[in-house]
């Protein structure tokens, strides 16, 4: 079941379409997000070693937020097979590394796609909708911020109302 994700109005206007298959697993999420368009003209992360990396959200990076009964947790998910997790205690408050996981599973495509796959821990007090989102920088540097929802004049996937799509 894939969802739509929407560039920023102050983003960059490309010709990129972004979304995002996801199906629950128990006490997991597994997730597809895809991207479409003009692949080449996006800085893609060099592949690294699969661990807990600080500063993803700074290049082309997925990312998840996860409602929890008080607070939330963030995944930042990188096609260099980096990952971060962090539990926030409040709106942007708090911020600390968080206990779950994620795993990469690649990134794959072809002339005009790209998907990364993923799969996060969720965390055991997981609660109400979660939001979907990405940074998207292309190769002359310029970023392009993309979420379910845009409820806010400047980028901030942080915000409560960007909080969606209800957990499958």
């Known amino acids: 079941m894939a ?12 010709s990129l379409t972004v979304s995002v298959d996801r199906e629950r697993r128990a006490d997991r999420l597994w997730l597809r997000f895809i991207v479409e368009g003009d692949t ?4 893609w992360p060099r592949k690294t070693i699969a661990a807990r990396t600080h500063g993803l959200w700074q290049h082309t990076c997925f990312e998840v937020f996860v409602r929890t009964g008080d607070g939330y947790v963030e995944y930042n998910l990188s096609p260099s097979d980096a990952w971060a997790t962090y539990v926030f205690s409040g709106y942007r408050e708090g911020m600390q590394p968080a206990r779950v996981t994620a795993t990469i599973d690649g990134l794959d495509g072809a002339e005009n796609y790209a998907a990364l796959e993923a799969v996060i821990d969720l ?7 979660i939001g979907l989102s990405a940074v ?9 911020y993309w979420a379910l929802a845009h409820p806010s004049d400047k980028p901030d996937f942080h915000h409560p109302d960007s909080f969606v799509l209800e957990l499958p």
């Open 123 to 129: 965390p055991p007090n997981a609660t109400g909708p």
């Open 3 to 14: 969802v739509s994700l929407s560039a920023h109005p102050a983003s960059p206007r490309d």
């Open 136 to 144: 998207i920088e292309s190769t002359d540097g310029t970023l392009s």
């Open 40 to 43: 080449d003209a996006i800085e």
